[in-house]
């Protein structure tokens, strides 16, 4: 047997070679709807690049915000209707927001729910945290998120003054 021994098949024969590879299941696994190119990619090609960027919201048709806001009962759960806002506001489910899972879609969505449910109701990060199975920490941060995004997304803005006016 020689010192030198070839890597079985399929396994990679560089620490580049695992790199990219690494960088191709972490793209395939974060945007499922791009396609990979075909052929091969030349490894210094697949190591440079970075993935590109998520949006932070869907692209959806809703209502005005003002409806949404219109619309919301709150005469006897202040969270579930809440969350149906935002879940119709933003196109992701209400099992999606109050889940695990940390794509960005998902977590500018939580982040929203999280702020209205500040603002309408008043209520502690801790009360707020343990709905959403969070700590009141990233609750904290979420908020700061939500209005440091709205600086730069005027849909977002719109909805955050149509709540201001209807319940503040």
Same mark, same amino acid.
């Given at each position: 047997? !020689?010192?030198?021994?070839?890597? %079985?098949? @399929?396994?990679?024969?560089? #620490?580049?070679?695992? #790199? *990219?590879?690494?960088?191709?299941?972490?793209?395939?696994?974060?945007?499922?709807?791009?396609?990979?190119?075909?052929?091969?990619? %030349?490894?210094?090609?697949? =190591?440079?690049?970075? %993935?590109?960027?998520?949006?932070?919201?869907?692209? #959806?048709?809703?209502?005005?915000?003002?409806?949404? #806001? *219109?619309?919301?009962?709150?005469?006897?759960?202040?969270?579930?209707? =809440?969350?149906?806002?935002? !879940?119709?506001?933003?196109?992701? !489910?209400?099992?999606?927001?109050? @889940?695990?899972?940390?794509?960005?879609?998902?977590?500018?969505?939580?982040?929203?729910?999280?702020?209205?449910?500040?603002?309408?109701?008043?209520?502690?990060?801790?009360?707020?945290?343990?709905?959403?199975?969070?700590?009141?920490?990233? /609750?904290?941060?979420? =908020?700061?998120? /939500?209005?440091?995004?709205?600086?730069?997304?005027?849909?977002?803005? *719109?909805?955050?003054?149509?709540?201001?006016?209807?319940?503040?």
């Amino acid at each position: 047997m !020689s010192s030198l021994q070839l890597a %079985p098949r @399929g396994e990679p024969r560089s #620490v580049a070679e695992l #790199v *990219a590879r690494y960088r191709a299941a972490r793209r395939r696994l974060n945007f499922p709807g791009v396609k990979a190119p075909t052929g091969k990619t %030349p490894i210094r090609i697949l =190591i440079g690049t970075d %993935p590109p960027t998520v949006p932070t919201t869907v692209a #959806v048709p809703m209502a005005p915000p003002e409806d949404l #806001v *219109a619309a919301l009962d709150l005469s006897r759960d202040k969270f579930d209707p =809440i969350l149906k806002m935002v !879940s119709e506001r933003t196109g992701v !489910s209400v099992a999606d927001i109050l @889940g695990k899972g940390r794509r960005a879609p998902i977590a500018a969505a939580r982040q929203e729910a999280m702020w209205t449910v500040r603002t309408i109701t008043n209520w502690s990060l801790s009360r707020i945290g343990g709905r959403f199975n969070r700590d009141h920490t990233t /609750v904290l941060h979420a =908020i700061r998120q /939500v209005e440091a995004r709205a600086d730069q997304d005027a849909d977002l803005r *719109a909805f955050m003054d149509a709540v201001k006016n209807a319940f503040c």
